[in-house]
């Protein structure tokens, strides 16, 4: 399988990859938010895509997520490992826990979040019961088994629209909904990746406790220094996932 990932807030780009070509890819959508690095990670060839550009410069609401599915679709990637940077609601979701989440619950607004847009496009009504692929998901908890990382099995991500952080009673009422973790981006990039018939799921590093879950400010300084540790993590995984996948 032809392994893409997508790096977010905190892995703008990957340490260890064996650097090949930067592909600068043009799409029917536009172009990707950063160029597609080709390389190789442990052996194993790999492409990678900083969702947020290669200087950070794509907030969540802007990032061209069509473009970047079609990108990786271009290049002959299967399976895409999606990164993301999240707030912990679930009391077992504190900084620095990784999630392998099962279930999605979208807050956002306004985002183009479909390739069947116009009169050109047929008009497809995925399914999306389970709106990550379970091949995927099940890779990515074997590859942590394998790197000695604990890893939640399950989680549900509510996607809000950002970029600033949410309200307590925000947070409140997506705990009422059910969620278990907060971020910005998974919509509309997984079912992107299933309009386009990419597998796709994701390694959600905890950066801090969501708004209200706790006493302290969130502070970017905090959620920095927490991301790196997870990242640390999220590398070992992603190195055995190249092994297995
Ligand atoms: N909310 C939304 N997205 C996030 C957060 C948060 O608290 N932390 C990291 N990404």
């Not at 990670?41 to 410069?57: M, S, T, W």
């Not at 908890?141 to 939640?152: Q, S, T």
Request: aromatic letters at 6%; proline letters at 5%; glycine letters at 10%.
């Amino acid at each position: 399988m032809t392994i893409a990932i997508i790096g977010g807030t905190g892995l703008d780009q990957l340490d260890g990859l064996q650097v090949g070509e930067k592909i600068a890819l043009d799409t029917p959508y536009g172009a990707p938010s950063a160029p597609v690095q080709q390389g190789t990670y442990n052996g194993k060839p790999v492409f990678f895509l900083a969702r947020h550009g290669e200087r950070h410069e794509w907030p969540p609401h802007r990032v061209n997520y069509r473009a970047n599915m079609y990108a990786l679709k271009q290049l002959g990637v299967e399976q895409v490992i999606a990164v993301n940077a999240v707030g912990g609601i679930h009391h077992d979701m504190g900084p620095a826990v990784i999630s392998v989440p099962d279930q999605i619950i979208d807050y956002t607004w306004g985002r183009i979040h479909t390739y069947s847009d116009d009169e050109h496009s047929p008009l497809e009504h995925i399914d999306f019961t389970y709106p990550y692929a379970e091949r995927t998901r099940e890779l990515l908890v074997r590859a942590a088994d394998a790197a000695g990382v604990i890893v939640l099995a399950r989680g549900v991500y509510g996607c809000t629209q950002g970029p600033r952080l949410e309200t307590a009673a925000e947070i409140r009422r997506m705990q009422r909904d059910g969620c278990d973790l907060v971020g910005m981006t998974a919509m509309p990039e997984a079912p992107l990746a299933r309009e386009i018939g990419l597998d796709y799921a994701s390694l959600c590093v905890v950066a801090n406790w969501a708004a209200g879950c706790t006493d302290e400010l969130i502070t970017m300084e905090a959620i920095e220094a927490t991301l790196k540790v997870g990242m640390d993590n999220i590398r070992k995984i992603l190195q055995q996932v190249l092994v297995l996948g």
